[in-house]
């Protein structure tokens, strides 16, 4: 069993304004009818894979030639999603020989959703013009997916939108598993388990989709993140410090989260069918 603990202080969050709205954002920040819920954006947690100095993993990343085997426009959005946190894992891997292949996908699929001619073909272009420049490439990519998320928030295309954000989750967590010879030692086991902080958001975000052919993974979504929420979480509880020169105030409490092997390999699980349901055409 391992534990993890936010002991960095952190400043204290503004209020948000209580008004009704749907959005989706690759910063990670999503208001959801008028709710405030954080979820890490793929480009982030790829980022701290490849910092861990984990070996790159085919099996991390789908197979991004067979865009037109995906039919309905819920099964190419949420794939869009995956390819998108697939971009950003092969990214952060300098794997410049594959990103093109990728980039022509998520051009193929965008046309298919009739979004290619609202979203910045542009910057596509840049992304695709900066191969040698890995960290250009990863800033470019993580624009991209916001501003196409702005769009169809914009164009009241909730669903659309939250299907990428799920499908990129879900491929981020796949990529955070996929290292797992063995479960005991993982490196990556305990920024898993910090998922349980993002698990009611992911929750939320799934329940507000109500389309009946999105229910088998509906359903898988909220299993995998009801096993999140279930992990044993200990509030530690420290004084606060109030900067009075910049009118900051820092929390410094901790929260430790615990997972044993068991949970470990019921969360492996549960990822690995969440995530078959999404790419299986």
């Keep these: 069993m391992f534990s993890q603990s936010c002991s960095e202080p952190q400043p204290a969050q503004p209020a948000v304004s209580e008004f009704d709205t749907t959005g989706?954002?690759?910063?990670?920040?999503?208001?959801?009818?008028?709710k405030m819920v954080v979820i890490p954006p793929p480009a982030l947690l790829s980022h701290v894979i490849a910092k861990e100095s984990i070996p790159f993993e085919t099996r991390g990343v789908t197979d991004a030639g067979n865009t037109e085997q995906w039919t309905s426009e819920m099964k190419k959005a949420l794939y869009l999603g995956v390819l998108g946190a697939d971009l950003?894992?092969?990214i952060n891997y300098r794997q410049s020989a594959t990103i093109p292949q990728y980039l022509a996908s998520i051009r193929r699929l965008t046309a298919d959703l009739d979004i290619s001619r609202d979203v910045d073909s542009e910057l596509l272009?840049?992304?695709?013009?900066?191969?040698?420049?890995?960290?250009?490439?990863l800033g470019l990519n993580s624009v991209f997916f916001r501003n196409l998320e702005s769009y169809l928030k914009?164009?009241?295309r909730h669903d659309l939108s939250t299907y990428i954000l799920l499908g990129g989750w879900t491929e981020a967590m796949?990529?955070?598993?996929?290292?797992?010879?063995s479960i005991t030692g993982q490196p990556l086991n305990r920024l898993l388990a910090e998922q349980t902080?993002?698990?009611s958001g992911v929750r939320a975000l799934a329940e507000s989709i109500q389309d009946d052919s999105f229910t088998a993974v509906k359903s898988a979504i909220i299993e995998l993140c009801d096993a999140l929420e279930t992990l044993e979480k200990t509030y530690l509880f420290n004084e606060p410090v109030h900067d009075r020169r910049q009118g900051i105030t820092y929390l410094r409490s901790k929260t430790e989260v615990s997972c044993s092997d068991d949970e470990l390999?019921?969360?492996h699980e549960l990822?690995?069918?969440?995530?078959n349901l999404i790419v299986t055409p």
């Design 24 to 34: 989706v954002s690759t910063s990670g920040a999503i208001l959801l009818q008028g």
């Design 271 to 275: 990822i690995r069918e969440t995530r």
């Design 265 to 267: 390999l019921e969360l």
């Design 125 to 137: 272009s840049q992304i695709e013009a900066g191969l040698d420049n890995p960290s250009s490439i």
């Design 197 to 199: 902080f993002s698990a």
């Design 154 to 156: 914009s164009n009241n």
């Design 88 to 90: 950003s894992y092969l």
């Design 174 to 181: 796949h990529q955070l598993a996929s290292p797992a010879d």
